[in-house]
């Protein structure tokens, strides 16, 4: 293995340590049996996905779960969670619950994050794809293109740039791309977009493979993120050396069409 490859152990300790600066907690909290409720802040070492303070977020590594919430709601948190398993907070029947509680300060849950991260090891790859590597000042000209939105961010975000995206070519027209945001200095989220016509030829997996070697030789952790119901996503993330390792969900407000209906 190379030198500057991290070891799994550095792996998870610099994701448990990159979540704790946003959940406001210790970075062991994310393995105790327990829940754990913070309140929410926004540090300046966090992924910015968001400019304003989360009212609620939660994450689990499969043991207790993180709450990051405004103290407004501390006292139906801790009452809600009495009795519960942190993995079954993230359930219908108990996120329903949840739901309507912060609905009553004008804030709904948003999406459900289900995140994959790296075996330490490079994988190999036997490919006759056709491939290009695109770094970051070439990844501007295909900004705009609905075709790579998984792939690449809408716009250049200086907080979490794109920083490296990897092609797969049939002369010159695009098949698939696989790109890399730099949510933090140390986390790379990996998203991919394979073009239809394409689709079924282990494209996908293919280039996630490569871009994943690709930022652990570069001495960053490659991360990937999907939904819970996207299973070609997630068969591509198992399939290219990623398994489950945590999720994350956070609240956004509720807008005023949605307040209308």
């Given at each position: 293995m190379d030198n500057d490859i991290m070891t799994q152990t550095d792996i998870f300790y610099e994701v448990k340590k990159q979540l704790a600066y946003e959940f406001n907690c210790a970075p062991n909290d994310f393995f105790k049996d327990e829940n754990t409720i913070t309140t929410s802040i926004l540090h300046e070492k966090r992924r910015k996905f968001s400019e304003e303070v989360f009212f609620n977020q939660m994450a689990t590594f499969g043991k207790g779960a993180v709450i990051s919430a405004d103290e407004s709601i501390h006292p139906w948190l801790h009452e809600w969670i009495k009795g519960k398993s942190g993995i079954w907070l993230f359930e219908q029947h108990n996120f329903f619950e949840l739901e309507m509680e912060i609905r009553k300060s004008g804030y709904k849950m948003s999406l459900t994050h289900?995140?994959?991260l790296p075996s330490s090891e490079l994988i190999n790859i036997d490919t006759n794809l056709k491939i290009k590597w695109l770094e970051q000042d070439e990844i501007m000209d295909y900004y705009?293109?609905?075709?790579?939105?998984?792939?690449?961010?809408?716009?250049?975000?200086?907080?979490?740039?794109?920083?490296?995206?990897?092609?797969?070519?049939?002369?010159?027209e695009i098949m698939g791309m696989a790109g890399c945001s730099a949510d933090s200095p140390k986390l790379w989220q990996i998203g991919i977009d394979v073009k239809p016509i394409y689709r079924g030829r282990g494209i996908a997996k293919t280039l996630v493979k490569l871009l994943r070697n690709e930022v652990?030789?570069?001495g960053?952790?490659?991360?990937?993120?999907?939904?819970?119901s996207n299973l070609a996503s997630w068969k591509t993330a198992l399939s290219s050396g990623f398994a489950p390792a945590w999720i994350e969900v956070e609240s956004r407000k509720i807008t005023?069409?949605?307040?209308?209906?």
């Open positions: 289900h995140m994959f705009g293109r609905e075709e790579f939105s998984n792939a690449i961010c809408d716009c250049f975000h200086p907080d979490r740039p794109d920083v490296l995206a990897v092609v797969a070519l049939d002369g010159n652990l030789l570069r960053a952790i490659p991360y990937y993120g999907t939904s819970l005023e069409s949605e307040f209308a209906k």
